[in-house]
């Protein structure tokens, strides 16, 4: 693995190829450092625009990663043997093989997502944690297949890693495969099973599948101002602003409900509050607001 710090002159980083060096700066440069191929030509418009954008993120990697050029029409026989099409192409080598690639114009963001997840899959990203953040990033940004693939790639080296499991299942959870991401859930490592990374995919998981069917926030609050004792009308009031995205207010109406009877259904209010508290995560100011008031509550 290569240290972040290493730096190669930009030369050495990015080279125009043609038919009688690709063997060399490509196929086995490939087999010490991955190699991205960009395919182009002059009269390509989009190429103009990516190549400068792909140069600047494998000088950013410092060494990591390297480009190579291809001008198609001064190396017609390279661009028959990889089938290209149209361009502009773009393809990473690794030991001496493509392993992933894409055709089109990118945004910045895109190319970024790309050369990280292909530094991840291999291992060569400066350490897991770099690599579980940019897969987060990718995450982030809707990039949710190229985030699966990273996260897997970073179990294959470290199959125990709370975040990477966690952020494996979420990313499965933002394709909508619900199964798949609750079977990933059901398989987690013993030893990782309580982490607190895994609790919160778990618990979203669970709020997921209770605010499925919530109804509309208007109609429950309509209904609850009619009948302010109807427990199960606030209760499901909490569901539907989840479903809505606004945690703060799901936590204070759960709040009322354990204030007016902590009992009630098994004092779900208070297990509800628990489960949107392990989602959020401990940081967030709605999991500290809300456990303050809580515990005044309960300890009153």
């Known amino acids: 693995m290569l240290e ?3 730096t190669e002159p930009t030369a050495d980083l990015v080279k125009d190829v043609n038919e009688d060096t690709f063997m060399q700066d490509v196929i086995e440069a490939s087999k010490d450092t991955p ?3 960009d395919f182009w030509a002059p009269w390509c418009g989009p190429c103009k625009t990516l190549g400068p954008a792909l140069e600047a993120e494998v000088i950013a990697a410092k060494g990591k990663i390297k480009m190579a050029k291809v001008d198609i029409d001064q190396n017609q026989m390279i661009a028959s043997q990889m089938r290209i099409q149209s361009i502009p192409a773009v393809f990473a080598f690794v030991d001496g093989k493509p392993v992933d690639g894409f055709m089109g114009a990118k945004a910045p963001s895109e190319i970024k997502a790309f050369i990280d997840k292909l530094l991840a899959s291999i291992g060569d990203d400066g350490g897991l944690d770099e690599a579980i953040t940019m897969a987060n990033e990718m995450l982030e940004q ?3 297949q190229d985030a699966a693939e990273t996260f ?5 080296e470290e199959p125990e890693n709370a975040g990477a499991y966690a952020g494996h299942i ?3 959870l933002a394709l909508g ?3 798949k991401a609750t079977a990933l859930l059901l398989a987690a490592p013993e030893a990782i099973s309580q982490d607190a990374a895994i609790l919160a995919v778990k618990a979203q998981i669970e709020l997921a599948d209770m605010t499925e069917d919530a109804g509309e926030v208007s109609d429950l609050k309509s209904k609850l101002a009619a009948n302010p004792d109807d427990h199960q009308t606030r209760f499901d009031l909490a569901m539907a602003e989840l479903a809505n ?3 703060a207010s799901a936590v204070d109406t759960l709040l009322d409900l354990f204030g007016r009877d902590r009992e009630w259904n098994d004092m779900s209010a208070k297990t509800q509050l628990f489960k949107i508290f392990d989602a959020l995560g401990a940081q967030d100011p709605v999991t500290q607001v ?8 309960i300890f009153a």
């Open 4 to 6: 972040l710090g290493n």
């Open 35 to 37: 190699v991205i191929v």
């Open 142 to 144: 809707g990039a949710a």
């Open 152 to 156: 897997a790639a970073i179990l294959g």
């Open 170 to 172: 979420k990313a499965h």
């Open 177 to 179: 495969d619900t199964e």
């Open 245 to 247: 995205d606004d945690p």
């Open 290 to 297: 809300g456990r303050r008031k809580l515990s005044s509550m």
